[in-house]
């Protein structure tokens, strides 16, 4: 592809996001209805992406500024946005623009007067910039900023980890081998990794290298899985004979996670809301070698059958909807979709979601509830609800469940894990494990 056109594919689908569009999903897409388009291309457009999604609020603030928009006037176009970060980062000139901007096919279309003003104005200009508001410049939602200062006690090294690129972990499948061979595994196919500091099962890979050409992928050794998620999983505490529930399991991360503890043994099911989600986990439950795992969706058609399951698991994960506030660095565009409102509608659907699940837990069983957002009103705000409403369910302190499942530094300290990328070198994450009691006599 020629530079123009690399910009035009960037353009095209920074005005798919803005109208709905979710990043990740949008470039898949994209590429994969242009198959044409190489691997190096791929991945030019893709960077380009998703560095002007991390500059967003910076790049609208200049934009807004030097074209006068008033603070309520729509989001600037994605040409703009574009524009200015050819500008503001890669210092451009007119006549580069001119010689990208000019309308040939597969090209940007020429520029407008108002875009040709931009980027005079701009010119010399630097992308950070001292009268930006403190929201701008951390790159977080203005409703959000005032919350997130408050969770991090003024901490700004917290608020910027939200924006910086996350790494790729993957989780070795102990169903196959243990980490030490993975790693080895991995290295032969031409990686370079190192084991990730908290979960024992966690390897951290060094770049973006194409995991689906791996033998080591193809074969169920490893899986994608951020470090935090692994550890959700390991606090869930499944042993093998045992009846467990991953009561929100969308594509089956935490299902594969859950089947490798049980070492395929007991009964594991995986429901959710959505079948089609659940088809997904097919192949990769049968690449991992599950074969204890049953899929069940959370529809109509099978309230019955939720209903007779009533007290008979051993343990119920919840990995509730949430805001994904804990995955802002790896979903840049998400945290501009998302408002107060939005957060109020999800506390009511997870208080909704832990009540129904903790049906299913036996006495003595445990209740495992998470979330890959850093927000109080999602986590421990929906647990101190839940425990007013439930008082047959308390606390088991998660640091007890790390001595004895772990066995390592427990990198938090008190009854829930609450993780941070800033602090962890994980995504954000939140879990509370919570045992149901025995009952007691009244007479």
Known sequence: MKPGARLQAVAELLEDIASGGVADAAASRYFRERRYIGSKDRSSVAERLFAILRRRARLDWWVNRILERSPDSPPPAARHRLIADLILVDNWGMQKFLDSFDGEKHHPAPLSRAEKTLIEKLADQPLDHPEMPRWVRFEVPEWAEGKLTELFENDDAELAALNENAPLDLRTNRLKCDRDAAMEA?????????????????????????????????????????????????????????????????????????????????????????????????????????????RRPLDGEHAQWFKRQAGKFDRVVVDAPCSGTGTWRRNPDMKWKIGPEDIAELQVKQREIIAAASKLVKTGGRLVYATCSILPEENEQTIAGFLADHPDFQVVPVTKIWAERIGTECPVEGDFLRLSPKKHGTDGFFTAVLEKKPQTSTT
């Open 186 to 294: 991995l290295k032969e196919q031409g990686l370079t990794v190192e084991a990730a500091p908290w979960s024992p099962l966690a390897i951290r890979v060094e770049g973006r290298p194409a995991l689906g050409n791996l033998p080591a992928f193809h074969e169920g050794i490893v899986e994608v899985q951020d470090e935090g998620s692994q550890l959700v999983a390991l606090l869930a505490d499944a042993k093998p004979g045992q009846w467990v529930m991953d009561y929100c399991a969308g594509a089956g991360g935490k299902t594969l996670a859950l089947a490798a503890e049980m070492e395929n043994k007991g009964r594991l099911v995986a429901s959710d809301i959505s079948a089609k989600r659940l088809m997904r986990a097919v192949e990769r439950l049968r690449r991992a070698g599950v074969h204890n795992a049953e």
